[in-house]
């Protein structure tokens, strides 16, 4: 069969598919892949589809997979009922800011414990894996308190962006994924570009952030697919209205919405994630590689 003889090398080769026993194992493999694929896929057209349908529609018993009517001027409707637009300008700040200290002090941070290891990075290497493994619950009120009553200057960072920009900042795991990538970097370009006299600043800005662009690319898709899916520190964090984002504004969502409404808000909460994975897939399977690698 000709999908066999095109197929790439993978565990099963194109000289085991040729027998019957190994095209029934991938066959099998296939369909079992194909049913996971359906199953995990079905909620949300469910969730698309019930959100066009009306409340009595959704709690009718027999209930139907497909509306009667799909009224697309609804979405419109709804949009504008939820005022859907503050919070996307919301969560697109948080991405945005998130993005910028995800990207800034992780790469700084790999950088300096990849290229310059100055005294005590083994130390500091340990407290960072050690930090790794200390679950997320055993940090939350401890920061909580901190950004209610900053150290030292006393001042509450609560109802502000800075607490979530800060914690994307202090991400291990981007700060040890810039490192592993780092090592990889021959140290001849360090030392050509001191010997032609850059500092360790520019030699990072010009040398090693360019060669970067793949590991960039990664932890990019990775913090803006973070960031919006966010929802227990901006719901401990934020509590004005205007500054919420997507996630804590459908938890806020009270019962004078209809489910219809429930379900068309999901909707729009995942349209970002969706399009980023449809045009970034293969650097998001990449990244997966990326982070094994050593120098």
């Known amino acids: 069969m000709k999908v066999f003889s095109e197929k790439n090398l993978g565990i099963i080769s194109n000289i085991e598919l040729k027998q019957t026993k190994y095209k029934i194992l991938y066959w099998s493999i296939f369909t079992i892949l194909v049913f996971i694929s359906i199953i995990s896929f079905l909620p949300s057209i ?18 139907s997979f497909f509306p009667k009517e799909i009224r697309l001027s609804k979405l419109v409707e709804v949009w504008k009922l939820l005022n859907f637009t503050q919070s996307y300008i919301a969560t697109f700040m948080i991405t945005i800011g998130d993005l910028i200290f995800c990207l800034t002090f992780p790469a700084l941070g790999g950088y300096v414990l990849s290229k310059l290891k100055p005294r005590g990075t083994k130390l500091i290497m340990t407290l960072l894996l050690w930090t790794m493994m200390m679950p997320g619950q055993i940090r939350t009120v401890p920061l909580f308190m901190i950004f209610n009553r900053f150290p030292i200057f006393h001042f509450s ?6 607490p979530l920009w800060m914690m994307a900042g202090a991400n291990i795991f981007d700060t040890l994924l810039f490192k592993s990538f780092f090592d990889s970097i021959p140290f001849s370009y360090i030392e050509a570009a001191r010997i032609d006299g850059c500092s360790d600043v520019k030699t990072f800005a010009k040398i090693i952030l360019p060669l970067a662009k793949p590991v960039i690319i990664v932890v990019s898709i ?4 973070n960031s919006w899916s966010s929802f227990l520190w901006p719901l401990l964090i934020l509590k004005t209205e205007r500054l919420i984002p997507i996630t804590v504004k459908i938890f806020r969502m009270t019962n004078e919405y209809q489910l219809d409404h429930y379900m068309l808000a999901l909707i729009f909460s995942i349209i970002p994630p969706v399009i980023i994975y449809l045009i970034f897939q293969n650097q998001i399977l990449g990244g997966i590689s990326l982070g094994g690698i050593k120098g």
């Open 157 to 162: 960072l609560l109802d502000t962006y800075w």
């Open 222 to 225: 990775f913090s803006v697919n």
């Open 46 to 63: 469910w969730v698309l589809l019930s959100g066009f349908k009306d409340a009595k529609e959704i709690y009718r018993i027999p209930s």
